[in-house]
């Protein structure tokens, strides 16, 4: 039987890890915020916390974190978009995937929404320059996205706010749609065996280039929602068991 001492890492490894958290955050941020300010004149790096958010019910929204852009590059490398797609980045926060898809050079149109005004109203303001940019302040939940081909979500909803926005798409939407979505370990699981959806990619990233992207490994995902896929696997007798 092992002792509660031998289960902890000791005080040398816990001091190690903190080190290189530390100087692995500092790194991505300083890299990051010189691309930020490169693409929109101002850093997108600080983090600004969710105006609602219940995590004892999960249930809400969480606050405004930008995703790395090597973790972005390492994601999009699995996406091929085109000038007839239409993507939508959901919680959009202050534009961090939308200023990497501009500095890729996209060919889409891209939108974003965003619930907090303060938030949004940054988001509108660095990306007001590039016309194939388009920023929506509002409820995710009132919008249509029939109109959009690919959808973006970097972990913006908590729990049982993602199933209820995923049960919208499914009464909502008329065609076939690409979700890419990052951070996904808390709610991925979610789309698992739902009728209409199919996980084309996953992968959890630790360290990308030698630098650790988060205190713990991050998880992403890509999956496709067609509605006539759904309605047939509702009608098959092996789903309706």
């Not at 972005?72 to 797609?85: G, Q, Y």
């Not at 939940?141 to 908590?158: C, E, G, H, K, M």
């Not at 030698?210 to 789903?239: C, F, H, L, M, N």
Request: charged fraction near 25%.
């Amino acid at each position: 039987m092992s002792s509660g001492s031998e289960k902890k890492p000791s005080f040398l490894k816990r001091a190690v890890r903190k080190i290189d958290n530390k100087i692995s955050r500092r790194l991505i941020h300083t890299a990051d915020a010189y691309i930020d300010r490169r693409i929109c004149g101002q850093s997108l790096v600080e983090y600004v916390p969710s105006i609602f958010r219940d995590d004892e019910n999960g249930v809400g929204g969480t606050g405004s974190h930008a995703s790395p852009y090597c973790v972005l590059e390492r994601i999009f490398s699995h996406v091929m978009l085109t000038a007839s797609d239409t993507l939508m980045d959901v919680g959009c926060g202050k534009g961090r995937i939308l200023a990497f898809l501009v500095k890729e050079h996209c060919p889409c149109q891209i939108y974003g929404v965003e619930h907090n005004p303060e938030v949004a109203r940054l988001a509108a303001q660095w990306s007001e320059r590039y016309e194939q940019v388009h920023i929506i302040q509002g409820d995710a939940f009132q919008l249509d996205y029939n109109p959009f081909t690919v959808l973006t979500l970097a972990r913006p909803f908590l729990p049982k706010t993602f199933l209820s926005f995923v049960e919208q798409l499914e009464a909502t939407l008329t065609h076939p749609v690409t979700l890419i979505y990052y951070e996904d370990q808390e709610s991925s699981y979610l789309l698992r065996k739902r009728s209409g959806w199919r996980m084309l990619f996953r992968e959890k990233v630790a360290r990308i280039r030698g630098v650790k992207i988060a205190p713990w490994p991050q998880g992403y995902s890509i999956w496709v929602y067609d509605p006539a896929r759904r309605e047939s696997d509702s009608a098959s007798p092996e789903t309706a068991k």
